[in-house]
Structure formats: structure tokens, C-alpha cells
């Protein structure tokens, strides 16, 4: 199998990482506009299946040629790429998935479904930490019960030695964090979807030392298609993000002195978008901490035979000293590699667009992530 991986960051090297150490993967492209960063990640893999290409993930006509020659391409650059990378993959039969994170954008990508189905592909969005994993293990849990009452995902990545200003290194793109924190977030309700605001419905969490109390609160993206997929089977469904104590009073500051709309302002003659400049300082400021810990706690609640049923997933994620991957990059690029994976041996059946709780085998997909060393526990009680 050939592969194709757009963008040269951090999730990416994570993707190609894996992929390359696969057998029945030949080759794994790697594109980006950077060839600074392009020759940095093929140093870091040090494998002969990497092969690098200069391009603009932007370029529709150039990234439909090179996804021709490709089984499977995976999209690591920000959100806003995604949907024109998801219809050059459709032109060039190629099946897609990405790391997600704006509901606008993948409800967009599932639309092209009829397309994705007539060129004999399968697209699929969301499909790293959150958005992504959590989804296929909300759905493993769905399927072990009779009755699903409730779904409640808590996911974070943290530095394990937090600094300020806000007790938070930089673990993906800013411009997906800053969308995590200003959009809408999406719900269940009494079985029905329902919005709420970001940065609200604060919740304290206990976790082991060294980690102890820590904050979770209503940020967007993570659910994803998850409220409208158990739309009418599960009562309630929410998704948070944890964090540091006092990170998200910090974050609320912020959001409400404007530094997260995307309306233009006139600054010193110049016209300036909030949400870029915040995303730019971000970059520059926020530690890129190697040092990190993925936090993942899910419940799935209900009734198996009419006795009253808990699943819990839980998974504490380091980073690996051994092969430069930080615990975000593991829990992210994996997820999606194994996706990628899944797509081009025909594990997955279904030709269309869908996000992963729809369509990928959830206990191939969790005994995937055990073998990369990512330990998953299950509690069923």
C-alpha cells in the first residue's frame, strides 16, 4: 500500500511514523510547504519508505495528481484544508481521512457522501484523539449495552511539568485549540442535540498523582458527530476538555476581550483578523513540550440484561522518549494511522463519507491501539 500524508507537523510525523513500520506498506509521501520542516521529519523517521514532496495542501489539482498514486491520504494540516483535500481525494478515488476538529467542515465532508460512494471511496473526518478515538470507544461502549443512558468524554493533553502563562504547552495547531475554545459546543439533552457555549459548565476531576484535581469544561470539536449519530438512542452525551486549575478563567479573559472572533479589526491602519494574531502568538509562546500526558476518561452508562451498567474507558498516555513522539502525537497520529490503516485493507466496508463511530470495527480499532503500547483500560461494573 502506498499512503500520502499532507503536512509535515507534528501529528503528521506521528502518522508516517507508524505507517512506515508497517509490512504491507511500500511507501508513505510525505507534503508540505516548508522543506525545512520536510527534512526535518525524514531525518526524524530515518526509513527508505519515506519519500518528500514540496506542495501547497491548498493546491486542489496538485494534490488530486498526487493522491492518484496513493491508496490512502491523510490530512494532518488544519481544519480549514480539509474539505478541499476531501473532494481532490474523491476525484483521484482515493480514500481520505483527517485529524477534524470543526463541525462545520466535517458535517461539509459527510455532505459529499454520494460522491465518495459513486467513486468507490470511503472519506472520513475526525479521525485523531477528539475527535477520533473517543468516538470509536463511545461506540464500542454503545454496542456492549442493551440500553445506553448516558456517554460523558473527558480527553486532555497536558504538560506533566505546567508553566505559565497558562499552564499549557502547545501539543497540536493553535488554530485548532482557538476553534476548540470559541465555537459552539453540540450535546445531548434528553436525547435530543442541543448547543452550548465553550468554556462553560465547569466540572472538577480527580485523577492519580501527580496529576490530583484538575478543571473540564464544554470546548467544541470533540464530540463531533456524536450527539447527532446517538440522536434518539442516548439520553445524554456531553464532551469536555481537561485542563490545569484556573486554565479556562484564563481562556474566558481572552474570548471575551475579542482575541478569538475571526471579524477583522483596524489596527494601526491595517486591517487584522483577532483569531490569527492570538493563533501566532500562541505559537510563539506557548512551551512545545516533549514532557506531556494524554488524560482520556469515558463513561458509557445504561443496562445490560436490566441490571444497571457502567463501561469505563480510561487511558493515561505518555510520550516516548525512545522515538521522539510526544503523548499527543502518539494518541493522535496513531488513532488516525490505524484508521488509514483500516481504510486501505479493506477493513472497513462501507463506501461513502462517515465519521469513525459509524463505520470503523471498534475491537479491531482497540486492539490496534494496544499494540502500539497505548493502555487502554477497560472497566465494565
Given at each position: ?49 519515506v ?103 473527558r ?48 466540572e ?9 484535581n ?31 486549575m ?82 499527543m ?14 481504510l ?5 466496508e462501507?463506501?461513502?463519507a ?28
Amino acid at each position: 500500500m502506498r499512503f500520502l500524508a499532507i503536512g509535515a507537523g507534528m501529528q503528521a510525523r506521528a502518522v508516517a511514523y507508524d505507517l512506515v513500520r508497517q509490512r504491507d506498506v511500500r511507501e508513505v509521501t510525505v507534503t508540505d510547504l516548508d522543506p525545512a520542516r520536510l527534512r526535518h521529519l525524514k531525518r526524524a523517521l530515518g526509513s527508505r519508505k519515506v519519500r518528500t514532496v514540496v506542495a501547497d495542501a491548498a493546491d486542489r489539482h496538485r494534490m488530486t495528481e498526487m493522491m492518484r498514486r496513493c491508496d490512502v491520504a491523510v490530512s494532518c494540516v488544519p481544519y480549514f484544508f480539509n474539505l478541499g483535500l476531501a473532494r481532490a481525494a474523491i476525484a483521484s478515488r482515493t480514500h481520505f481521512c483527517d485529524l477534524g476538529g470543526n463541525n462545520d467542515v466535517v458535517r461539509a465532508e459527510l455532505a459529499l457522501s454520494p460522491q465518495a460512494k459513486k467513486a468507490g471511496v470511503t472519506v472520513v473526518p475526525d479521525c485523531g484523539l477528539a475527535p477520533g478515538m473517543v468516538g470509536i470507544l463511545a461506540a464500542d461502549g454503545f454496542s456492549r449495552l442493551d440500553r445506553t443512558n448516558e456517554i460523558r468524554i473527558r480527553v486532555g493533553g497536558l504538560p506533566r511539568r505546567p508553566k505559565p502563562p497558562f499552564k499549557y504547552a502547545l501539543v497540536f495547531s493553535a488554530h485548532g485549540l482557538i476553534n476548540e475554545y470559541a465555537e459552539p459546543c453540540l450535546v445531548l439533552a434528553n436525547g435530543r442535540p442541543e448547543w452550548r457555549e465553550p468554556l462553560e459548565d465547569m466540572e472538577w476531576l480527580q485523577f492519580p498523582r501527580p496529576y490530583g484535581n484538575l478543571e473540564a469544561f464544554n470546548t467544541s470539536g470533540g464530540s463531533s458527530t456524536l450527539p447527532e449519530s446517538f440522536r434518539g438512542r442516548v439520553k445524554k452525551l456531553d464532551y469536555k476538555t481537561v485542563r490545569y486549575m484556573g486554565h479556562c478563567t484564563q481562556m474566558r479573559v481572552l474570548r471575551d476581550l475579542g482575541f478569538m472572533s475571526l471579524q477583522p479589526e483596524l489596527v494601526a491602519g491595517k486591517r487584522v483578523v483577532p483569531r490569527q494574531f492570538l493563533a501566532q502568538r500562541l505559537e510563539a509562546v506557548l512551551p512545545r513540550d516533549t514532557y506531556d500526558v494524554v488524560l482520556l476518561r469515558i463513561y458509557v452508562r445504561g443496562a445490560k440484561r436490566a441490571c444497571g451498567t457502567t463501561i469505563k474507558y480510561e487511558m493515561t498516555g505518555r510520550g516516548d522518549s525512545k522515538s521522539g513522539l510526544t503523548a499527543m502525537m502518539r494518541a493522535t497520529g496513531f488513532s488516525a494511522a490505524i484508521v488509514a490503516l483500516m481504510l486501505g485493507r479493506g477493513q472497513v466496508e462501507c463506501t461513502g463519507a462517515f465519521t469513525g463511530e459509524n463505520c470503523i470495527p471498534t475491537t479491531e480499532f482497540i486492539r490496534e491501539l494496544r499494540q502500539r503500547g497505548l493502555h487502554l483500560r477497560i472497566h465494565i461494573y
